[in-house]
């Protein structure tokens, strides 16, 4: 799980590190950056949800 996240992570560092030069480049920015943010709160969610049943 925690390479995921870490992959994840990796991932949204390199979209940060992008400077579109055009609109449509900034739109694909946004766009993936906002996915890239779904999938890490999935992951974190689902990683906080088995630190839990594991604590029970």
Do not use: F, H, W
Not at 1 to 21: H, S, Y
């Amino acid at each position: 799980m925690n390479e995921r996240i870490q992959e994840v992570l990796r991932l949204i560092d390199v979209q940060l590190a992008l400077v579109p030069d055009n609109p449509i480049e900034e739109q694909y920015k946004a766009r993936t950056l906002a996915s890239y943010t779904q999938a890490l709160n999935g992951l974190l969610a689902a990683q906080k949800s088995c630190k839990e049943e594991s604590n029970e």
